[in-house]
């Protein structure tokens, strides 16, 4: 069984840094694309940063130049430094994973349990 272990929100003033990790475990094969989606209340989840296999990334608009996206392959795991952060920055952050079983299946998506991140003074 796949999990993916979400660590790293909490409160933090506007204006300050919060790192996100999100660790992947069980049995894995191979992992795909993986990254960050938020929610706010009353919004739909949105994609906030991904990273594929090579270390290509790709963020949302309002973000860029604020987080940084990064991977370890080899512990399976995404972190997401976020800088500068704002009150709209308010959301669940949920670690998203693509990833195959076994060498015969496909990449599904798995989930984290999500972290709650608040920015407020």
């Known amino acids: 069984q796949v999990q993916l272990v979400e660590s790293g929100g909490g409160l933090v003033q506007p204006g300050g840094s919060l790192r996100l990790s999100c660790a992947a475990s069980?049995?894995?094969?191979?992992?795909?694309?993986m990254g960050w989606y938020r929610q706010a209340p009353g919004k739909q989840r949105e994609l906030v940063a991904s990273?594929?296999?090579?270390?290509?990334?790709n963020y949302a608009d309002i973000v860029k130049g604020r987080f940084s996206l990064s991977r370890d392959n080899a512990r399976k795991t995404v972190y997401l430094q976020m800088n500068s952060l704002q009150p709209q920055d308010t959301a669940v952050y949920y670690c998203?994973?693509?990833?195959?079983?076994?060498?015969?299946?496909?990449?599904?998506?798995?989930w984290g349990q999500g972290t709650q991140v608040t920015v407020s003074s």
């Open positions: 069980g049995i894995i094969v191979s992992i795909n694309d």
């Open positions: 998203n994973a693509q990833i195959a079983t076994s060498w015969l299946s496909a990449f599904r998506d798995y």
């Open positions: 990273i594929t296999s090579r270390g290509i990334t």
